[in-house]
Each structure stands twice: as structure tokens, then as C-alpha cells.
């Protein structure tokens, strides 16, 4: 079956501007994740939504950064006026419940120049 | 400061013997550990996991122990093949503190298994 998918998978950006990345979970899974994956580091939690619900965004790093799944199902996650520091591989993840095994997409690799 | 520590960065084995790598983790709270493995370009792929109330889980070529007394967690392969080489990242989840499902990942480290 069609795993997570996630677009687009290369993306360079000029500071200042505005990116969206967008993130398809896998049929029927409930759960959403963001992670942050800078060179060399672990990912890193950026946000969770169940359903359509976001219910944890704490590790949004600040407020230029911004997710949305209005439907339950496709995900958004928007970065305004982007930074180099923005610049990182931005994983999505999708699971059955809050706690059962999350997939990963391939992620979408963003260079902010 | 990091709550769930890779100390190795890379790891070499050759086909056929033991892979052992490390994980060691600070947050007593944490109840779940899993085990991802990554290849270039693409995303984690989950490999294994253990719940804090075992301290081995075992599936075909891949082992998981977890010594909670240590807070360290290993996964071992048995027998390593090439096509293992990849980033191996050790993971961590509590149930508190944010969504249960928020996974704590260590920085990994790259197997390289040589024929």
C-alpha cells in the first residue's frame, strides 16, 4: 500500500521568503506528525495532530512556523519569511493512534539562502 | 541537553559478524524505545521496539535489550549484511509531557557492514 508521501522533496528558498510543505499520511491513519532533521542531529518533535485537531505544537521554534490538517488527512506545515537557520529536512509521520508505530515520509529537504 | 545519547557516530562490521549499537537515555519517564534505520534520502524506517516492562524483544535477525537500571537500550544484528549499512536511530517516547507519540530521537549512528 501507498506509504506517507510528502512534497515537494527539494525546495530552495530565498531568506525572507514564504514555503509550504506538504504532507500526505498514510490512508486512515489518525495521528500526524512534523519533525525537524538538521545535518547531522536527530529529528526533532515539531508538532502532532490528531485528526484535524493540532494538540501539541511545542516544538514549533517560533512563530514564523505554522501547520495545518483542516481536513484530517492532508497536512500543511508553512514556514513565513524563512531564515537560513529554517534550512533542514523536514520529516512527516503518520500513525494509527498517538501511540502506535509512526511512519515516515521521505521527506522535504529546504536550503534557505 | 540531549535526553537520548548515540556516543558512537559510525560502527564497522564485517558480513557475517555482530552488530552491537548504543543507546543511552536520561529521562527515567520514558516508557517506549524504538529502533529506526535510515538510508540515504529517504525517511526513518521503523526497525524494532521495546516496551519499558521487557528488557528483550527479539524479531528474526534484530534484538533489542534494554537495561533500565543503566538507561541503556542496544540493538543487536545477527548476522550483519551489507544491505544493513545505513544510520540506525535509537527513539524514545514518554507518556508525558506533550503527545505520547512524540518521539525523542538520538543523533544516530552509521553502520557500515563490509563484505
Known amino acids: 500500500g501507498a506509504g506517507v508521501s510528502q512534497s515537494p522533496r527539494y525546495k530552495v528558498a530565498k531568506r525572507g521568503q514564504d514555503v509550504a510543505l506538504r504532507c500526505d499520511p498514510i490512508s486512515g491513519h489518525v495521528s500526524l506528525f512534523w519533525y525537524q532533521q538538521a545535518l547531522g542531529q536527530g529529528p526533532e518533535f515539531l508538532t502532532y495532530f490528531q485528526n484535524e485537531a493540532q494538540l501539541d505544537k511545542s516544538g514549533l521554534p517560533s512563530d514564523r512556523f505554522f501547520a495545518e490538517r483542516p481536513e484530517g488527512s492532508v497536512s500543511t506545515l508553512k514556514i513565513q519569511r524563512t531564515q537560513q537557520e529554517d534550512s533542514a529536512v523536514y520529516l512527516c509521520a503518520s500513525s494509527l493512534g498517538e501511540s502506535e508505530t509512526q511512519y515516515f515520509g521521505p521527506g522535504t529537504r529546504l536550503l534557505v539562502l | 541537553d540531549q535526553q537520548v545519547k548515540q556516543n558512537s557516530p559510525s560502527l564497522s562490521v564485517q558480513e557475517g559478524r555482530i552488530s552491537i549499537l548504543n543507546c543511552d537515555y536520561t529521562n527515567s519517564m520514558f516508557d517506549y524505545f524504538l529502533w529506526y534505520k535510515k538510508y540515504p534520502a529517504e525517511g526513518p524506517t521503523f526497525l524494532i521496539s521495546i516496551s519499558s516492562i521487557k528488557d528483550k524483544n527479539e524479531d528474526g535477525r534484530f534484538t533489542v535489550f534494554l537495561n533500565k537500571s543503566a538507561k541503556h537500550l542496544s540493538l543487536h544484528i545477527v548476522p550483519s549484511q551489507p544491505g544493513d549499512s545505513a544510520v540506525y536511530f535509537c527513539?524514545?517516547?514518554?507518556?508525558?509531557?506533550?503527545?505520547?507519540?512524540?518521539?525523542?530521537f538520538g543523533k544516530g549512528t552509521k553502520l557500515s557492514v563490509k563484505p
Open positions: 527513539a524514545a517516547s514518554s507518556p508525558y509531557g506533550g503527545s505520547q507519540g512524540n518521539l525523542i
